[in-house]
């Protein structure tokens, strides 16, 4: 080698990016495996060149021993030689020298040029993987190179893209050499280059479309909340501004719709629903069941984000779409969990609900007059024991009742009455109205007795 290949790496550093450092140690390791394969041995071997004029030295490195002590020539030298090459050298040194071979040239400048043209391989699909991967999400205009089976290799420049069949839009035909836009999905590092996996199914490529036609989407005065699509049928897409002078979803439609025309377009006749995102849950499921008309929306549950909307009777299979399509899609744009009802379910549906409701409080009252009765039962129970004060009232004065029992009644009842409304206590007639009541249970003791 010489200064021109110095000056070729250098050159190539400039262009491909390829540091020149790493491409001489690369070729530096690459030539200890050449004089290996062609001299038999690369034991304590190393190949260094040099950067400024590119001249090669093949260096061998041997320790000095004591020439008895000798085991392996091939790594190990007497002092005696060592001593030929430098006179200072030591027993425990290591010497190392160059062992050249005189053809080594020929076989430099073919290795070399094997390296520098892999390290070039490898710098520009590294070039080409960075590239791609920072443009992932974005969308890229190709042309059908070939097929094989469904699958589809666009070329998109410096790589080739792969559009499987599951991310081909159901009805769409291209044909080799035909141009299309494809959304870039992900893109992967293989040992033969970089691989660039391509959609045209993806909600981002409408987004992205949506993006390249409506400026104020660039600039972000409007933008793209929600988006759910099923490829081939319809999309549905959420927009924003908090610009109160700005239409949101008029800047998506444009002038008599020829914004999202040019989608539509470009997506081969795909319906697109272009509505207006709310943070209001009510107004925003309100909304995403567009076309159809919602008379009111009943939140479920905030946490699970379940919600329950009220629609005409006519305009139930509106709401509900195509299989199922419209709720589908209102769903993924919305984040809630959506049950349709027509006005008509709904009001049976409240019936019903007040009719159980209007017998549930018989029984709960039922139920809450049980502990009550049981009450009632255990402050009987603790009466009973004061019919002793009645028994010692018959034993001190059972003559009265035998002298006048024939008057008892008529005061009784009038003495109870006094006795209903409460009397300032220490009243000589409220003692008397006490005591009556203690003769009528005397009475009825000595009764029970006789």
């Keep these: 080698m010489n200064r021109e290949f110095i000056e070729a790496m250098e050159q190539l550093e400039k262009e491909k ?113 960075d590239d791609f991967i920072t443009r992932q999400g974005e969308i890229v205009t190709g042309t059908v190179q070939r097929k094989s089976g469904e699958t589809m290799f666009i070329n998109i420049g410096r790589a080739e893209g792969i559009l499987s069949a599951n991310e081909q839009v159901p009805g769409e035909h291209f044909k080799v050499h035909q141009r299309l836009k494809v959304y870039i999905m992900d893109v992967k590092k293989t040992t033969k280059g970089p691989q660039v996996f391509l959609s045209r199914s993806h909600p981002g490529l409408v987004k992205m479309l949506f993006e390249l036609e409506v400026p104020e989407i660039q600039d972000g005065t409007v933008e793209i909340r929600g988006i759910a699509r099923e490829a081939g049928s319809r999309t549905k897409m959420a927009v924003y501004s908090e610009d109160e002078n700005v239409d949101p979803v008029g800047a998506c439609v444009g002038t008599r719709g020829s914004r999202v025309q040019s989608v539509v377009d470009e997506l081969n006749g795909e319906k697109i629903d272009i509505i207006f995102w709310s943070d209001s849950p009510e107004e925003l499921i309100a909304n995403v069941l567009s076309p159809a008309t919602v008379e009111e929306v009943i939140i479920e549950d905030e946490e699970e984000k379940t919600a329950t909307a009220i629609v005409p009777d006519y305009q139930l299979s509106l709401a509900i779409g195509k299989q199922g399509q419209n709720v589908r899609l209102a769903a993924k744009v919305s984040g809630w969990k959506i049950d349709i009802m027509s006005h008509t379910q709904y009001e049976e549906a409240l019936e019903a609900a007040e009719a159980e409701y209007e017998e549930e409080p018989a029984d709960a009252e039922y139920d809450e007059e049980l502990p009550q009765e049981e009450a009632v039962e255990s402050e009987y129970d603790e009466e009973l024991p004061q019919e002793e004060p009645a028994e010692i009232l018959e034993d001190e004065e059972p003559e009265e009742f035998d002298e006048e029992p024939e008057d008892i009644d008529g005061p009784a009842e009038e003495e109870a009455a006094d006795t209903a409304e409460p009397e300032e206590p220490g009243d000589a007639e409220d003692a008397e109205a006490v005591e009556e009541p203690d003769e009528e249970v005397g009475e009825t003791v000595e009764q029970k007795e006789e």
């Design 17 to 129: 990016h390829i540091s020149k450092d790493v491409l001489l140690e690369t070729i530096e390791s690459a030539l200890v495996s050449a004089y290996k394969k062609n001299y038999g041995t690369a034991q304590n071997v190393r190949v260094v060149i040099d950067p400024d004029d590119g001249e090669i030295a093949v260096l061998m490195r041997k320790d000095i021993v004591a020439e008895e002590d000798i085991e392996d020539d091939m790594i190990q030298m007497s002092l005696e030689e060592a001593h030929e090459i430098d006179p200072r050298y030591e027993i425990g040194d290591a010497i190392e020298f160059a062992v050249t071979p005189r053809d080594f040239g020929r076989i430099a400048a073919q290795t070399a040029k094997q390296v520098v043209v892999q390290r070039i391989r490898e710098a520009e699909r590294g070039m080409v993987y």
